[in-house]
């Protein structure tokens, strides 16, 4: 049984999957993950009667999103795989999100808050019966995706929420729809999936080296910088 956690964005998520979903749990947590996250845990295995001996893999969404949120997503994550001795997944948050997408679509494009009117996205498309990354993980500000991305392609994920009006204003014809589009299965049961597929695969993380992939360019004091100082 795999223990699943999500706090990349807003959202604070925990799942059980075994065979198949057990059950989940999320709220908006406004970003207090470090005071929900324990708590959510304990419910969830509570609810379904599952003991911390029952499991045998931790997972934890791995970013892009919330400096502080994947922080705490994985320090609690790396915690529960160090105690309980089982191995750690990390999922890609939005790879998981367009796990979510039904194949026929063909072109999604996930998108993560980044800072102001930023946003973190990759293009995915459908082929040879899997979802493929057409570009790396980018960041972007709001106006200039629409000249990025060419075609028709659908937009999803927590920054499509956030920047939903001038997305479509942005895209226009070129936004494509599916049946229920805007109420797509929770990002922490697309995590518990992917967690998964990767533990039957044997993809686990070394706890050690595990880090969040934020994905931001951060900037660096420039060596000539640096050396000038005392």
Same mark, same amino acid.
């Given at each position: 049984?795999?223990? /699943?956690?999500?706090t990349?964005?807003?959202?604070?998520?925990?799942a059980?999957?075994s065979?198949d979903?057990i059950? #989940? +749990?999320?709220?908006?947590?406004a970003?207090?993950h470090n005071? $929900?996250l324990?708590h959510?845990i304990?419910?969830?295995?509570a609810?379904?009667e %599952?003991?911390?001996a029952?499991l045998r893999?931790v997972?934890?969404?791995s970013?892009p999103?919330? =400096?502080t949120?994947?922080? %705490?997503?994985l *320090?609690v994550?790396k915690?529960?795989?160090w105690?309980?001795?089982?191995?750690?997944?990390?999922v890609p948050? $939005?790879? /998981?999100?367009v796990?979510?997408?039904?194949s #026929?679509v063909?072109?999604v494009? &996930?998108?993560m808050? @980044? +800072?102001?009117d930023?946003v973190?996205w990759?293009? =995915?498309e459908?082929e040879?019966d *899997?979802?493929? *990354?057409r570009?790396t993980?980018? %960041?972007?500000?709001?106006?200039a $995706?629409?000249?990025?991305?060419?075609?028709k392609?659908?937009?999803?994920?927590e920054?499509?929420?956030? #920047?939903r009006?001038?997305?479509?204003? $942005?895209?226009?014809?070129r936004?494509m729809k599916?049946?229920?589009s805007?109420?797509?299965? &929770?990002l922490?049961?697309?995590v518990?999936?992917? /967690? /998964?597929v +990767?533990?039957?695969?044997?993809?686990?993380?070394d706890? =050690?080296?595990?880090?969040?992939?934020?994905h931001y360019p951060f900037? +660096?004091k420039s @060596?000539?910088?640096?050396?000038s100082?005392g």
């Amino acid at each position: 049984m795999i223990l /699943a956690l999500d706090t990349s964005g807003s959202r604070c998520g925990v799942a059980l999957w075994s065979s198949d979903l057990i059950g #989940h +749990r999320e709220s908006d947590s406004a970003l207090r993950h470090n005071e $929900l996250l324990l708590h959510q845990i304990q419910a969830l295995l509570a609810v379904y009667e %599952v003991g911390r001996a029952d499991l045998r893999a931790v997972a934890v969404s791995s970013g892009p999103g919330s =400096f502080t949120g994947l922080r %705490v997503g994985l *320090a609690v994550a790396k915690g529960l795989c160090w105690s309980l001795r089982l191995p750690l997944i990390c999922v890609p948050t $939005l790879e /998981a999100y367009v796990h979510a997408i039904p194949s #026929h679509v063909g072109r999604v494009l &996930p998108l993560m808050p @980044a +800072r102001a009117d930023e946003v973190y996205w990759s293009l =995915f498309e459908w082929e040879a019966d *899997a979802w493929t *990354a057409r570009t790396t993980c980018r %960041v972007s500000q709001i106006g200039a $995706l629409s000249t990025e991305i060419s075609g028709k392609v659908l937009l999803c994920g927590e920054g499509y929420e956030r #920047h939903r009006d001038q997305l479509r204003t $942005l895209f226009a014809d070129r936004l494509m729809k599916i049946p229920g589009s805007d109420s797509l299965e &929770p990002l922490i049961v697309s995590v518990a999936r992917l /967690a /998964a597929v +990767r533990f039957a695969s044997l993809q686990f993380e070394d706890l =050690f080296q595990a880090e969040p992939a934020y994905h931001y360019p951060f900037l +660096r004091k420039s @060596a000539s910088f640096a050396g000038s100082r005392g």
